[in-house]
């Protein structure tokens, strides 16, 4: 079995020795957007472990990888440690693999808290410390979701902090065109109740206000879930939006039911979406934003996670022709602050060494992070980062975004069993947009979830 897991492996890069000048993206010292200093205040106080070799196991290949590289090059150029990085196209099944055969890396970087608490609950990675909980809690927005999502149970029953996190991803933002809002005299909402009321103006205008695709083949139906968690978010505690993930709030509890409903308040109106309600689930999700680069528009907004402008037309200049707002609260839900859903990936000790545990503070580094910020695909929710280092206008705003939250969570649906987030969920909702009830819809999902207890 771990061979067969073996030759998924990708190629496996080796960085040894210390990394000279000319192999760091950016030249210390030489770019004021960067946190020269805190490079060289972790070189001074990790000098020590020069020769050493650290393994590293993460989800990251191809361009991903290569951007990794860079960061894990300012770490090499620090240490002068030998730093072996990996990744496998199946690297949840093969972390659980090279764990049980007593062959671990140093460190394992995996987006799956429940994974991580597994592999703690079994003994198979090290504590990080109360400190370093504080920390995070301290300097990133929506610490205490953060250091939740590194916190599980050891193999003693005992919870403690095993994984620290390092790269978020974006979900709650909604996709515009700035000229299209400026054209019609629109302003960006600020709460829920200001985007009916936007929606509601925008038909009276004559226009669509919305496109909402939720086809993906096989997977048709996901994007339906990111809006059922975003508004989970905005109408229920962050206890039971994480109650919910693990069933013990109902799928068919009336706060479940009540969420789908607001969805179907949006997506099952025929004058809120383009082509109507039988488009929704028929289109493509990446195709669903082009209506908003129609002339004229044939919508104005589109809900979608920060990756989706890799399908606006070629040339689209972010800031410029597209632009995006934070999907806000209701006012009425004012004491849920400003939740945020998304993803993220987190280091943990699987294999414990000095270089993995200096490893570990690099990652607490600004340079650690601004080195990646400053090229494409990073955000992050840590506060003492240079927000001027990364790339671009947009990335800098999705990362104020993170900054900013007051709670975080992960995509629900991928939180629950595969049968229901991958599956049951999904259906129910083309389901509830072909026509069921929201109520219809719950009961669905809850009779698959507890055919598989």
Not at 101 to 114: C, D, F, K, R, T
Not at 225 to 248: C, G
Request: charged share 20%; net charge negative.
């Amino acid at each position: 079995m771990k061979k067969l897991f073996m030759m998924g492996v990708a190629a496996v890069a080796l960085f040894a020795g210390a990394a000279t000048a000319a192999d760091l993206k950016f030249a210390p010292g030489q770019d004021a957007r960067f946190n020269w200093k805190s490079l060289d205040d972790f070189k001074a106080a990790h000098g020590d472990i020069k020769g050493e070799t650290l393994t590293i196991f993460g989800p990251w290949r191809g361009e991903d990888e290569k951007l990794f590289d860079t960061v894990l090059a300012y770490f090499i150029e620090a240490t002068g440690v030998n730093v072996k990085y990996s990744s496998s196209e199946n690297y949840e099944q093969q972390i659980v693999i090279d764990t049980q055969a007593g062959s671990p890396p140093n460190v394992a970087i995996l987006p799956q808290p429940g994974l991580l608490a597994n592999l703690a609950s079994q003994g198979f990675l090290t504590p990080l410390g109360d400190d370093l909980a504080s920390w995070v809690k301290t300097n990133y927005g929506a610490g205490d979701s953060w250091v939740g999502y590194g916190t599980y149970k050891g193999k003693d029953g005992k919870e403690a902090f095993y994984a620290f996190p390092y790269k978020a991803d974006l979900k709650s933002l909604v996709w515009f065109v700035p000229e299209n809002f400026k054209e019609a005299g629109y302003k960006v909402p600020t709460t829920m109740e200001e985007l009916i009321a936007l929606s509601d103006q925008i038909v009276k205008d004559g226009g669509v206000p919305w496109c909402i695709g939720l086809g993906s083949g096989g997977a048709t139906g996901w994007p339906a879930t990111d809006w059922i968690e975003d508004i989970m978010l905005r109408t229920q505690s962050p206890q039971d939006y994480d109650k919910w993930t693990t069933n013990e709030l109902k799928f068919n509890d009336p706060k479940v039911v009540a969420a789908i409903e607001t969805f179907g308040q949006i997506a099952k109106n025929p004058k809120y979406v383009d082509g109507g309600v039988a488009a929704v689930s028929a289109t493509d999700f990446r195709d669903s934003p082009k209506g908003l680069f129609a002339v004229p528009p044939k919508c104005y907004m589109h809900k979608q996670a920060s990756f989706i402008p890799s399908f606006f037309p070629e040339g689209t200049k972010l800031g410029q022709d597209a632009d995006f707002f934070y999907f806000p609260p209701f006012a009425s839900h004012a004491d849920l602050g400003k939740p945020v859903l998304g993803a993220g990936t987190l280091a943990a000790i699987t294999k414990d060494s000095k270089a993995a545990r200096a490893f570990v503070a690099f990652l607490q580094t600004p340079i650690a992070q601004e080195v990646w910020m400053a090229q494409s695909g990073f955000l992050t929710p840590f506060k003492g980062v240079n927000t001027a280092a990364y790339g671009n206008d947009t990335l800098r705003k999705e990362g104020e975004v993170l900054t900013s939250a007051t709670t975080f969570r992960f995509d629900g649906s991928d939180l629950m069993p595969g049968k229901i987030g991958a599956g049951a969920f999904w259906t129910s909702m083309v389901d509830f947009v072909g026509g069921k009830s929201a109520q219809a819809a719950g009961d669905d999902i809850q009779k698959a979830w507890d055919g598989i207890k």
